[in-house]
């Protein structure tokens, strides 16, 4: 497709439970990432990924973050056991080899 | 850690004046991007200006880039209604693709009909 297609659009999880946000990069673009955007202010990055390897996941929260991206399959990120703290809006972004990165809608998470 | 900073953090003007925002950053660069984001939406991609260029140019937004003072400015020129959003600038490390971008806090722009 021509957009990033991110879903669920909206996601509530109570605390400790389990999140997976799944990420449909442009069709031909080798890069995905993923950004955390915590109140409408700064977007965090998380990770990169070049096809299916991971590029850059210096941002990610190890313990309890991790992320996918597979062949013919979307791309994941999936938040173990929750906390109030990741409450934000995710968003995936994707690039051709170019400088230029192309964002999705965002998946908002709240956590209860 | 974040090492953009826009500024001013909010700006309201009335349509038709220009719209001046500006960004600061502390590593070295190999581009600068302006990012829009509109309230509850994903960021639309602006304009790129490369560590080597100083000034680009694109409708009715302005680019300036000074890597000497590690910043940058983004113009738009006869404002409508239309272009009040939140306005993000991100640096790029080394360019090549893979890089996470560095986002500042942003400036969110008012026009006033």
């Known amino acids: 497709g021509e957009e990033v297609a991110q879903t669920p659009k909206h996601l509530v999880r109570g605390e400790g439970q389990k999140a997976k946000l799944y990420c449909a990069p442009i069709k031909g673009h080798s890069y995905v990432f993923w950004y955390q955007q915590v109140l409408k202010n700064e977007f965090k990055f998380l990770i990169s990924?070049?096809?299916?390897?991971?590029?850059?996941e210096t941002g990610m929260p190890k313990e309890r973050f991790s992320a996918k991206c597979l062949p013919n399959s979307p791309c994941s990120l999936e938040i173990q056991a929750t906390k109030l703290e990741d409450s934000a809006v995710y968003f995936c972004?994707?690039?051709?080899?170019?400088?230029?990165?192309?964002f999705g809608p965002g998946t908002r998470l709240t956590v209860l | 850690s974040q090492q953009g900073e826009e500024d001013p953090q909010a700006l309201s003007i009335q349509e038709g004046e220009n719209a001046t925002m500006n960004c600061s950053y502390k590593t070295s660069i190999n581009n600068l991007q302006w990012y829009r984001q509109n309230s509850g939406r994903g960021l639309v991609h602006l304009i790129l200006i490369r560590s080597n260029e100083r000034e680009k140019h694109s409708g009715r937004l302005r680019v300036t880039l000074d890597t000497s003072k590690k910043s940058s400015s983004l113009l738009i020129t006869a404002s409508r209604a239309a272009d009040t959003a939140s306005y993000f600038c991100?640096?790029?490390?080394?360019?090549?693709?893979?890089?996470?971008?560095?986002f500042g806090k942003g400036t969110h722009l008012i026009i006033q009909p």
């Open positions: 990924f070049q096809n299916e390897n991971v590029f850059d």
């Open positions: 972004a994707s690039s051709p080899p170019s400088d230029t990165q192309y």
């Open positions: 991100a640096t790029d490390p080394s360019g090549g693709g893979a890089d996470g971008l560095t």
